[in-house]
T-cell receptor, first 115, second 110 residues
């Protein structure tokens, strides 16, 4: 138990579906992240939020739409995905960003399959 | 950006053996983390180690920032140690944006 919870753990969707991934952290952190892990590739940073404000968008296609309503919750809305978007999506949190960001803690991941 | 190289890429051990995993990085950093990814995909935080040596049970880590490398030691390995080990320095300086290497895949056989 890392204090970061992701749901669902597994998701299968068609290319025309709309779905959302949810992440919740119970660590009192202010920064939250989405990472993507595809087969045979290193983890890639997608988005960073600090105090609900997006501070990083790593050139992610618009079919991935993040939402951070407060410092404890982070969503990733998915629509019109492609099969190559199938991957493990990992949420993480940290105390903050910049010089005082501390350590990164990850959730269990949401394994997405796009048919 | 910073380059991260981990070695060896694959490692197979018998239970009880010791091992050393290495992480080389191309630029000076102010922090570095080691993670263990279990077979179900979860990344477990092992060490936050910008410099020096830390120990946690059978695991210990050493970072020599001036020489741009970090080492993870696993002693008396157990089957539950199997998985992929990642080191992750920041993109630059003390940034929160971590860069992950390809990892070392460890298999511990009973």
């Amino acid at each position: 138990e890392t204090g970061v919870t992701q749901t669902p753990r597994h998701l299968v969707m068609g290319m025309t579906n709309k779905k959302s991934l949810k992440c919740e952290q119970h660590l009192g952190h202010n920064a939250m992240y989405w990472y993507k892990q595809s087969a045979k590739k290193p983890l890639e940073l997608m988005f960073v939020y600090n105090f609900k404000e997006q501070t990083e968008n790593n050139s992610v296609p618009s079919r991935f739409s993040p939402e951070c309503p407060n410092s404890s919750h982070l969503f990733l809305h998915l629509h019109t995905l492609q099969p190559e978007d199938s991957a493990l999506y990992l949420c993480a949190s940290s105390r903050g960003t910049g010089a005082s960001w501390g350590e990164l803690f990850f959730g269990e991941g949401s394994r997405l399959t796009v048919l | 950006g910073i380059q991260v190289e981990q070695s060896p890429p694959d490692l197979i051990l018998q239970e009880g053996a010791n091992s050393t995993l290495r992480c080389n990085f191309s630029d000076s950093v102010n922090n570095l983390q080691w993670f263990h990814q279990n077979p179900w995909g979860q990344l477990i935080n092992l060490f936050y180690i910008p410099s020096g040596t830390k120990q946690n049970g059978r695991l210990s880590a050493t970072t020599v920032a001036t020489e741009r490398y970090s080492l993870l030691y696993i002693s008396s390995s157990q089957t539950t140690d199997s998985g992929v080990y990642f080191c992750a320095p920041p993109t630059q300086g003390g940034s929160e944006k971590l860069v992950f290497g390809k990892g070392t895949k460890l298999t511990v056989n009973p």
